[in-house]
Structures are given as C-alpha cells and as structure tokens.
C-alpha cells in the first residue's frame, strides 16, 4: 500500500491511495472461509462446499467490500497521523479511473480532500469585548410581582360571565325542533372556557350570560377545526363525532373567575417565605432573582459578540470553493444546486466561525467531562421552568429532569455544545478586557433589533 497526499495550493487537497495485493488477500480468503463453514448449497453438506463455487459466487463482492474497508481506515489514519484538518468528507476524485477488480492488483484510488484554511486567532486582555450587565428597572420587576400575583392567584365564584371566566353546567343534545333529544348526549358538569372558541358568532352566545341561563350553541361549529377539543367536551371518541352534529344546551350551574393573589404579606411569604414582610424586601429579592436570570443572557450577547469580533479580525478566508460546495451537494442530495448556492456563503461564515472557536477552545485549555455535560442539562432544564416563571425549583426536579435529557441520544451532541459554550464564555470573560455597559431589559432587548 501506497499513500500519496497533495496539497499545492494548501486548501485543495488530492489523495492518492495504492492498494496491492498483500493488502486485502488474507481478509479475503479469511472471509470466503467463513462463508464456506456456513454456506447452504444444493448437494452438499454445510461446511463441505468447494471453494471453487464459493469464490465463484462471492469472492468479488467480498473483495469489494474488504478494500473499501481497508481503503477508508487508511485514508483517515494518515489524515490524523498527518494533523490534516480536513473539511466535511473524502470524495472521489473527478480524475478517477474506474476500477476493475477483476483484474489484477495494484488498484489505484484518488481523493479530493478540502483542507481548513491556516489562521490564527488568539483572545487576551488586549481585546476589548463589550458586556452587557443587564439591571432590572422598575417595568421589569413590575411585571414579575404581576406574574407571581398571577400565579399565585385563585378562582372565584361569580354571577355574570366575563371574559376568560370557567363554566360549569350541565350539556344536552338538542333535536332538530330544539328540543332535549331523546336518547341523546348528556353530560353533567361539563367545563368549558367560551374565550377559546373560535367562531365569533358561537363564543358571542355566551355573552353577558348569568347563572342558570341556558345557552344555545353547536359545538361542531364553535370548534371547527379542533375534534379533540369536541370529543373531550362530549365526553366521546372522534370517530362518534359526526353523528352529533346538531346544536346543544348548555345551563349554567357555576361561574369562577380567576383572580390575581393581592400583592401582600401572605405573597411575600409564599414567594421567598417568612423572612420577606414588607414590599421593599419584596422588590429587592425579585430584582436578585432577576439579576440572577440575566447572567444566561448577557452571557448570550457576549458569545455573539466574541464571534463578531473574531470574524472581523479573522477577515476573509480562501477554502477550497468548488470542492466544499460538492460537498455541500452530495451532503444534501435530495436538493438541487440552487439550494447549494443559496446556502454556501452562511454555510462558509458558519464554518470560519467553528474553526476559530475550536481554537479558542484549545487556547483556553478547555474540557469537557460528563459533569459538564450534566450541568448543561440542568441549566437547560432550568432555562425552561423559568419561561413558566418557576424560579428556585428543587434540585431534584432538575436533577430528575436532566437526567430524562441525558437518556435521549439525539440531546447529546446539543449538550456538549452547550456545555463547551458556556466554558468558553466563562473562560473568555477573565481572558479579554470586558466594556461592561449597564443596560435596562428594554435597551437590551433593543440591541437585537439592530
């Protein structure tokens, strides 16, 4: 065997790989042994079939497969023994010539290997990075004693229907002169909230209505385009739902309205416990919290930064053009060269952007352990209760809920870039100089508008 690799123009690399006979002969016959003991031919015994009419029949997929096998494991082993840092996968070359395995060896095999531009990039405290430090004005902590008075808040009996309130009552089938059907749908303490209906002219029935009123709709018409919501209301399967296709009476027993928790002391205390008693306390322990919540995102807008910083200072590189969008293509073959060109400038800066944090990685001395990749799935399943405005979850719910990340396969790869993001960001933020601008979450928010 034979390698020989060229790399004139150092992004365009052609690999040209020499099989002889010595290569593969002992895995093919090992192979064809192994057919033999089991192969099942008419007139013979198991184990005692020539191998004549064994090679006949299988020596040449056989051997096909063992040099492709034994081509790919060296191709890939002189690219790590050799620190080539190649680009996407091998492909066959355009100045291939067919190969015949029929004939005899020496058997010659050409690749075109695109090669990662050379650069350097280092970050250090003559870099200068802007930081946002986000600080929770009054809107914003405002907005969060109103989330927890609404969290916190209860239902309440009520005369008059209003928007949003819960009913409670009992559901008739009507038949087609308005009258209670006999033998028909009836369903006692049906629960229905008007507001998610979605026809005008049927939610607006329910308008001003008060306890005891009898209302007049068809759930087939208020719900359209939603038969679960149908059948869990009729208390029926889907497959039942076009023999009741009429109207209904619905008599309303109970009204609740769902009223926020009075912002005082019995909050404080379910909110942050005994020790909060007045609302100042209160205030401040919400913009902690807030505080808190906002490192994830200034952390965020830092990496965005970092990586537009870095592209500006890295500058334009030269890859191998023509071969990464073959690449491209072969890598997607279901779309056509459109969908290639459309998609190779973003798919070159996404690339030049991976390149150079792979180095800052390196530089930074940075590794990733399976704790870190635990404590991404923890972060991630803290990340999520908190857009339900859960804060201070047990750590054995995210514990337990990591754990249910971590069973998944397809979570994997996301968690370990996670965990090196946020290395990285921890990392780089002592390693450069930080501009640290203290911004209100309007202002920050604002700067994703740009």
């Known amino acids: 065997m034979n390698i020989v690799f060229e790399n004139p123009d150092k992004v365009n690399g052609l690999m040209t790989i020499t099989v002889e006979e010595n290569d593969y002969k002992e895995q093919v016959e090992k192979t064809l042994k192994d057919y033999r003991k089991k192969a099942n031919f008419p007139g013979f015994r198991p184990g005692m079939v020539p191998m004549g009419l064994i090679k006949k029949q299988y020596e040449l997929p056989v051997k096909a497969d063992v040099i492709n096998k034994f081509v790919g494991e060296q191709l890939y082993k002189y690219v790590k023994d050799n620190n080539i840092q190649m680009l996407g996968e091998p492909l066959p070359s355009e100045t291939q010539v067919p190969v015949d395995l029929e004939h005899e060896a020496p058997y010659t095999f050409v690749f075109d290997i695109a090669v990662a531009p050379e650069f350097k990039i280092e970050l250090n405290g003559k870099n200068k990075i802007d930081y946002y430090v986000i600080e929770p004005d009054e809107k914003a902590i405002d907005t969060q004693v109103q989330q927890m008075a609404q969290r916190m808040g209860s239902y309440e009996k009520a005369e008059t229907y209003e928007k949003n309130d819960m009913l409670r009552g009992d559901l008739r089938e009507l038949d087609a002169e308005g009258n209670t059907l006999e033998g028909g749908l009836t369903i006692e303490t049906a629960s229905m909230m008007p507001e998610y209906i979605k026809v005008d002219e049927q939610r607006q029935r329910f308008e001003g209505a008060k306890l005891g009123d009898i209302i007049i709709f068809n759930p087939r018409k208020a719900y359209p385009d939603n038969d679960a919501e149908v059948s869990s209301l009729l208390k029926i399967k889907k497959e039942e739902l076009a023999q009741h296709e009429g109207d209904f009476s619905y008599q309303i027993t109970e009204i609740s309205r769902y009223k926020a928790h009075e912002v005082n002391q019995e909050l404080f205390h379910e909110a942050f416990g005994e020790d909060v008693n007045d609302e100042v306390t209160f205030r401040q322990k919400i913009a902690d919290e807030l505080r808190a919540q906002f490192v994830s995102e200034s952390d965020f807008k830092f990496l965005l930064d970092v990586r537009e910083y870095v592209e500006k200072k890295v500058g334009k590189l030269t890859y191998?053009?023509?071969?990464?969008?073959?690449?491209?293509?072969?890598?997607?073959?279901?779309?056509?060269?459109?969908?290639?060109?459309?998609?190779?400038?973003?798919?070159?800066?996404?690339?030049?952007?991976?390149?150079?944090?792979?180095?800052?990685?390196?530089?930074?001395?940075?590794?990733?352990?399976?704790?870190?990749?635990?404590?991404?799935?923890?972060?991630?399943?803290?990340?999520?209760?908190?857009?339900?405005?859960?804060?201070?979850?047990?750590?054995?719910?995210?514990?337990?809920?990591?754990?249910?990340?971590?069973?998944?396969?397809?979570?994997?790869?996301?968690?370990?870039?996670?965990?090196?993001?946020?290395?990285?960001?921890?990392?780089?933020?002592?390693?450069?100089?930080?501009?640290?601008?203290?911004?209100?979450?309007?202002?920050?928010?604002?700067?994703?508008?740009?």
């Not at 750590?395 to 998944?408: G, P, Q, R, S, V």
């Open 320 to 450: 191998p053009d023509a071969l990464l969008k073959r690449i491209m293509k072969n890598s997607n073959k279901d779309k056509g060269d459109d969908y290639v060109e459309k998609n190779y400038e973003e798919s070159i800066r996404q690339l030049t952007w991976h390149l150079a944090k792979e180095q800052l990685v390196r530089a930074q001395g940075i590794k990733i352990e399976d704790a870190d990749i635990k404590n991404a799935a923890k972060e991630s399943a803290r990340a999520q209760f908190a857009r339900y405005g859960m804060s201070n979850v047990p750590e054995e719910y995210l514990e337990n809920y990591a754990n249910d990340m971590l069973k998944k396969q397809e979570n994997i790869e996301g968690l370990i870039d996670q965990a090196i993001d946020q290395k990285l960001i921890a990392a780089l933020k002592t390693a450069v100089k930080l501009n640290e601008k203290s911004v209100t979450p309007d202002e920050f928010n604002k700067l994703f508008e740009k």
